[in-house]
């Protein structure tokens, strides 16, 4: 009898560990639902424009995006044709639940345009949200395919006024680093004018109402005329001892300057002088995303029409939007931003090249372009 128990204890302890073993751990990552909303991928949706809109020819386009992830969407890519040409990332490194983004694209031939936006978490990527544009020759053209969406973001390409636009959701500090206090968060798509900088143009001073404050550069656009923006001493930081602080400074690159006798009356455009990051570092294996800062001057007479810029990326010849000048007076300059995406380790060349339809009749063309050398270590 005492067998007999034994055995049957024996028998009850192995169907208990067979039953164990084929259950699921409560820590597994929940599979992709129809709703997204306890999915293991992020969930990304476009909110403006409306599909089909039509859009002038080098206009540029804003396209208003919104992400959610249950544990933090990290960036938002928009794809056009199948080319990769904005990466918006979120201010915490974890990543957002709910990130709002606006990606500028600017459409270079007529037709049909098929955009994509993606969102991320780490390497995980989102079902794309997906967007087709009519491209129209001019302004004429175009008819009103849908309702004006209110919320937006506008912005006015012939605004002589330097002002920035904000990417994503922004922390607006009390000073240029990460140490300083948030004042406030600016939602994506805000637009606040441009009062001051520091020498590398990593940070800027803006005005939001009656506020001073200042964002980083990372998550912006500018627009407008902003070669005029001082550079600003940053106030003392709260987490580091009172020391006395010195403008960051840049060496400009060489720009050519026409002799006194020679004074152009046609227009003349030239780069002052670019800046951004010539090293860096892919992390993961995961491509990474650099801004540059490009200013161009009009040293000869006023250009009445429109110029577009790009910045040639080699090797590979791959050809990036800079946007598009208007109205660009005698010895008026403005500042141009762009972030440019590797995807592999090794050795670039950005080339900047101002009025690269030669749409402006110039005092010289062989003065208006620079180059940087850039490199990406693995």
């Known amino acids: 009898m005492a067998l007999r128990h034994w055995i049957m204890s024996v028998a009850l302890v192995v169907v208990l560990a067979a039953c164990n073993l ?30 089909g809109s039509e859009v002038v020819l080098n206009s540029q386009v804003l396209i208003s995006a919104s992400a959610t992830d249950p544990v933090g969407v990290q960036r938002v890519q928009l794809i056009a044709n199948g080319q990769i040409i904005k990466t918006v990332s979120s201010e915490a490194p974890s990543g957002d639940t709910t990130m709002s983004a606006v990606l500028d694209y600017t459409p270079r031939s007529e037709g049909t ?10 390497a995980i990527a989102s079902e794309p949200a997906a967007l087709s ?15 004006p969406v209110n919320n937006a973001p506008v912005i006015n390409p012939n605004d002589p006024t330097c002002r920035v636009l904000t990417s994503t959701g922004l922390n607006l500090r009390s000073g240029p680093s990460t140490n300083y206090n948030v004042i406030t968060v600016l939602a994506a798509g805000a637009v606040a004018p441009i009062v001051g900088r520091i020498g590398t143009n990593e940070w800027w001073q803006v005005r939001v109402n009656t506020t001073i404050g200042w964002v980083s550069a990372a998550y912006t656009n500018v627009y407008g005329n902003c070669g005029g923006v ?14 006395p602080t010195v403008a960051p400074t840049f060496t400009p690159l060489p720009t050519w300057t026409p002799a006194a006798s020679a004074t ?38 006023p250009i ?7 910045i040639v990326k080699n090797p590979g010849n791959v050809e990036i939007p800079l946007g598009v000048v208007a109205g660009l007076g005698r010895d008026q300059s403005i500042l141009l931003t762009v972030e440019v995406t590797f995807g592999a380790a090794g050795d670039y060349t950005l080339q900047f090249k101002p009025d690269s339809g030669n749409a402006v009749s110039e005092f010289s063309e062989v003065n208006n372009n620079a180059l940087l050398n850039v490199t990406v270590t693995g």
Not at 24 to 40: H, Q, Y
Not at 133 to 147: E, F, I, M, P
Not at 304 to 310: H, L
């Open 133 to 147: 544009l009519v491209v129209r020759q001019n302004v004429q053209q175009v008819t009103a395919t849908s309702a």
């Open 264 to 301: 152009p009356v046609q227009p003349d455009i030239v780069i002052n002088n670019v800046t951004g990051p010539e090293t860096l570092s892919l992390t993961g294996g995961v491509e990474v995303v650099a801004t540059y800062a490009v200013t161009i001057t009009n040293t000869g007479g």
């Open 230 to 243: 001082p550079i600003v001493n940053p106030p003392a930081s709260p987490t580091s001892p009172v020391t």
């Open 113 to 122: 345009i098929n955009l994509q936006v993606i969102a991320y978490r780490g």
């Open 22 to 51: 084929s259950s699921e751990p409560d820590d597994l990552e929940p599979l992709v639902t129809a709703t997204g909303v306890t999915s293991g991928r992020p969930a990304v949706t476009i909110t403006s424009p409306a599909n």
């Open 304 to 310: 009445p029409g429109q110029f577009n810029n790009v």
